[in-house]
């Protein structure tokens, strides 16, 4: 099945997705650090299956709503993952995944979430994989849309967290200066935004609220640094290019195994 018959059935819809004041948002991340719970957030709406449970959110999803917290009328087309490019999971259906969400990328980017658990900071491998297969695929400027947030902040908890959120702003040791040593990008330009909200309850909590509208603060702020335009790249286009959605889908197999074989011997992992 196709991205566009599996999730393109909604009336509007195309026309949201080209109209370029929709937000395009994907969120990505390792499996239950709280991606489709923080789409939920951000649409008021229980939209995107969540849960304990190992891989709740098992394909690409995504949906057109309104944002729930902004200031003005705004349109966002959210796109969930499942853990993608797991790499205990390299199998067909694990690939297939990619290529649909690759697919779903069609119209550009406004910014990717990466979505962590503040209670389990590191940049383990498997995010590191995933990010290096980012930067192969799309190029160094997709750093210039990333958005990091971090879950599990939750109002009542916020104050014990106090360390933990100091600890990952650090100038020096903290996580923008970890990724910007990892991938070896500019700390001038290099220079997300960082939310810390919690995703749960927010229709409720004022608390919730304010992150919420942070985050769409950063999606906005994200957009006009980089001209207002969306992510996009040449490896983005010569998908498109493609005639068939079967040429299509060889195309980005082809790139993703072409990546993961530069990236098995110069893959640079912090241990
Ligand atoms: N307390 C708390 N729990 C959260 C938060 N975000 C996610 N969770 C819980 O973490 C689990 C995984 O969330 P989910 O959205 O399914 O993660 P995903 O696999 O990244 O999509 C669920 O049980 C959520 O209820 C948060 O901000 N605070
Ligand atoms: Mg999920």
New binding site residues.
Partial sequence: MTYSNAVLNEANRDAHLQDPRTHVVSAV?A???????LLNAMAGERIFR???AYA??LEIESQVRPWKYAPTTKYVHMIDTPGLCDTSARDRQNVQEMVRYFKSLAFGVSAFLL?FDIKDIRLDAYTQDMLNLFQQLLGKDFWNFVVIIF??V?EEVRDELDDAIEAVLDPTDGFVAELTRIFKLSPKTFVPNLIFT???NVRMSSYGQRQIRELYNSVVRCEARNDHRRFNCTWLRQILAHQTEDEKDDFIVGSIMGAWSSMATNVCRLQ
């Fill in positions: 991340g499996v239950g650090t709280g991606k489709s719970s969540t849960g304990e709740t959110t979505v879950t599990h939750d919690t995703t749960q």
